[in-house]
T-cell receptor, first 115, second 112 residues
Framework: SQTIHQWPATLVQPVGSPLSLECTVE??????LYWYRQAAGRGLQLLFY??????ISSEVPQNLSASRPQDRQFILSSKKLLLSDSGFYLC??????????????FGAGTRLSVL | DAKTTQPNSMESNEEEPVHLPCNHS???????IHWYRQLPSQGPEYVIH???SNVNNRMASLAIAEDRKSSTLILHRATLRDAAVYYC?????????????FGPGTSLSVIP
């Protein structure tokens, strides 16, 4: 069966520090991968999505970046965190075919507090 | 993905049915209707999806209008554990890229 791992669960970082959040998927091949951010009490904001290794589409210009070094690994990074980067970060995957119906499966999320 | 509109919030009494509406007037012929829900402090989880016909699973039922411009997620007996934000989104099975946008959803409160 397929599983998605996202870590860490919580993170407290000072302003100006770097960030690296990792997400890995098991049990499937060539998934589409996504990073979302959710501010407190708000909806999901799509940050990045990837349809293959090295292929990253950015939805929101900001100081975050994403990379996909392996088929089932998706990394969210920042060189210098801002206060506004605080939020709940969610990784998700889907397979786009008529059997899987492109259903998205989400990780447990990382709650990031930038102080 | 085409746009959907949902009420911001709804309330239901425990053990009563809940009907969560979603409008998608610009839906295309290849769009599937997907519903997800997000419990507090968790990632969203898939609930149900459909194309044209009504669908049932262990979590809920999905009623799709004949013109497909609206749909309704039905929880047959609301429990306190059903209190969550419910998202209705459209997924185009024909596109070659995969951009998925979630709207604000409907926040469902269940009253004991």
């Amino acid at each position: 069966s397929q599983t998605i791992h996202q870590w860490p669960a919580t993170l407290v970082q000072p302003v100006g520090s770097p960030l690296s959040l990792e997400c890995t998927v098991e049990g499937t091949s060539n998934p589409n991968l996504y990073w979302y951010r959710q501010a407190a009490g708000r909806g999901l904001q799509l940050l990045f999505y990837s349809v293959g290794i090295g292929q990253i589409s950015s939805e929101v210009p900001q100081n975050l970046s994403a990379s996909r070094p392996q088929d089932r690994q998706f990394i969210l990074s920042s060189k210098k965190l801002l206060l506004s980067d605080s939020g709940f970060y969610l990784c998700a995957w889907s397979v786009m075919d008529r059997i899987a119906k492109n259903i998205q499966y989400f990780g447990a999320g990382t709650r990031l507090s930038v102080l | 993905d085409a746009k959907t509109t949902q009420p911001n919030s709804m309330e239901s009494n425990e053990e009563e049915p809940v009907h969560l509406p979603c409008n998608h007037s610009t839906i295309s012929g290849t769009d599937y209707i997907h519903w997800y829900r997000q419990l507090p402090s968790q990632g969203p989880e898939y609930v149900i999806h459909g194309l044209t016909s009504n669908v049932n699973n262990r979590m809920a039922s999905l009623a799709i209008a004949e013109d497909r411009k609206s749909s309704t997620l039905i929880l047959h007996r609301a429990t306190l554990r059903d209190a969550a934000v419910y998202y209705c989104i459209l997924r185009d099975m024909k596109t070659s890229y995969d951009k998925v946008i979630f709207g604000p959803g409907t926040s469902l409160s269940v009253i004991p």
